[in-house]
């Protein structure tokens, strides 16, 4: 672990007494320690994407959700009480520590000036009994009584028995879908409730305790977590499934973000080729001159297929619609509740690419990602084989990546190619390491 994580690298605030580190330090050397080991190696260089990323690692490890908001204070240092009990405890179990308490031990026996064998490392003092502390001492411990009622009772302990959660689509498989959300938290306690669609937490809406119902929208295809949560605490995640009728195209102003406009090509299909054309994109009344992303999604009924045991192979190339410096392909393969995504691009575009398996987000502003740089105007054969857990990437018949990782997505939920500019897909076969092919398509019948 780098250098700065074992030090002190902090000044003693107001907070702080002699034995030690203050409770506002140590919150910052943790949230630093949780972004080096998540890969980053200067915590203040963070971005939108990096404290979203740590946020849903966090929440996977722990089961508690600790908004951006919350992340991007705590390593600012921007707070000024500490943060709840169930927030301390999921950012120090996260480095597997048993509990913020322990955590706060140790980092104090690390300095050498806190306990030692739960000994306070000063002279003792002699201790005559005087009735003027005893009182005092009666109301501190029926203080410390009841304040461990109220821990008992705050949200972080909060079982999913507590509370109910459902979800009925309106229509079949549309899209926009609106969906009717049924809840129930009224015998928990907290300060705010919330529902999230899916894992973009811009997506995130705010609940009354006392109703019971929330419809919302669903813009795109494909298989949502939607989550319940009490604070920043996930109580229940439910699933929803919108599954497309073959290939399903659109826009997005932004990579990940934004509302998607739709596209329908009269035929998908061209030369042999999954393809969409400059005319596709005019037709469906989207502008090409912007800098926008375009999808291609497919996501069927049903996969039946472990995200931990498959084998992906296509064909890819780039078509730029307008002026693209660096152009990009992001082969992605959708799971129930991750995905395996990776980015190619140009030689000299690599800084910008990215690879996402299991628990490991790679970002190309941090690691050497330069094998993922190839000439995407040409043709390129890309095969990704995951086998047990173990994932490799091949782009033209030669291994570029493999790492190996513990977190499962599940099933396969589909199938999404998006671009900075258009993208051409051929000859694909997704197919069981036991040989059971799932979809195929060389596109010559259509």
Known sequence: MPGFLLQNPFKSHSNSNQTGLSDKELVKICLAEISHKSGYADAKALRQRDFEFLSNEIENSTGVLISISTIKRLLNGQFNHLPQAATLNAITAYLGYGSWQEFRKIKQQETGLGTTNGTVNRKKRKFRFSYRIFIPVIAVTLFLLSASLVYLLKPGNVEEKDVSFSVKKTTSNDIPNTVVFTYDVTKVNGDSFFIQQSWDRDRRVKIEKNKHTLTDIYYEPGYHNAKLMVNDQVVKTIDVSIPTKGWFFFSKPGLFKGL???????????????????????????????????????????????????????????????????????????????????????????????????????????????????????????????????????????????????????????????????????????????????YENDFEQQ
């Open 260 to 438: 998607p406009s739709r596209i329908t090509p009269k035929m998908p299909v061209k030369n042999g080729v999954l393809s969409l054309t400059r005319d596709d994109i005019v037709a469906s009344k989207v502008n090409p001159e912007l800098p926008n992303f375009y999808y291609y999604t497919l996501f069927p009924e049903a996969c039946n297929v472990e995200s931990d045991n498959f084998i992906l192979k296509a064909r890819i190339r780039f078509k730029a619609v307008n002026n693209v410096t660096c152009p990009m392909i992001m082969p992605e393969i959708c799971e129930q509740s991750n995905s395996l995504y990776f980015f190619t691009t140009l030689p000299g575009c690599t800084s910008n690419t990215g690879v996402n398996v299991g628990e490991h987000l790679l970002n190309g502003k941090t690691t050497d990602l330069s094998s993922f740089g190839v000439d995407i105007y040409q043709w390129q054969d890309m095969e990704v084989i995951v086998q047990n857990k173990t994932a490799r990437i091949f782009i033209g018949n030669r291994e570029i990546f493999s790492a190996a990782y513990t977190r499962s997505g599940g099933l396969i939920t589909g199938l999404t190619f998006t671009s900075n500019g258009l993208c051409e897909i051929d000859d694909i076969s997704l197919r069981g390491t036991d040989g059971k092919v799932v």
